[in-house]
């Protein structure tokens, strides 16, 4: 049974990520489960990962973005939860 009132954020830790970002979101927005968020923290990225990802914030896919210079996954883990 699916409640409909835990929403699911999911972590994405960026770092050039551009090559497989698309497919990792177009998997998530395939998911049977559609109360959900992702959380990107891009760690300083110096491809299209922030393009990416501002648009399918643009689509309206839930996404809440921060860029920060690399301080590496630990850090932009811990950002993440933050957030």
């Known amino acids: ?3 409909s009132n835990v929403v699911i954020s ?3 830790c960026c770092y050039n ?3 497989y970002l698309s497919e990792t979101i177009d998997s998530i927005i ?3 489960y559609t ?3 992702i959380i ?3 760690d ?10 501002q648009e399918y ?3 309206g896919i839930p996404i809440i973005y921060h860029y920060q210079e690399n301080k590496g996954f630990g850090n932009a883990r811990n950002k993440a939860i933050e957030l």
């Open 1 to 3: 049974m699916q409640n």
């Open 30 to 32: 395939k998911q049977t």
């Open 10 to 12: 999911i972590i994405l």
């Open 57 to 59: 914030k643009q689509k």
């Open 44 to 53: 300083g990225s110096s491809d299209n990962t922030e393009k990416i990802l």
């Open 17 to 19: 990520s551009e090559k």
């Open 35 to 37: 109360n959900w968020e």
């Open 40 to 42: 990107a923290v891009n």
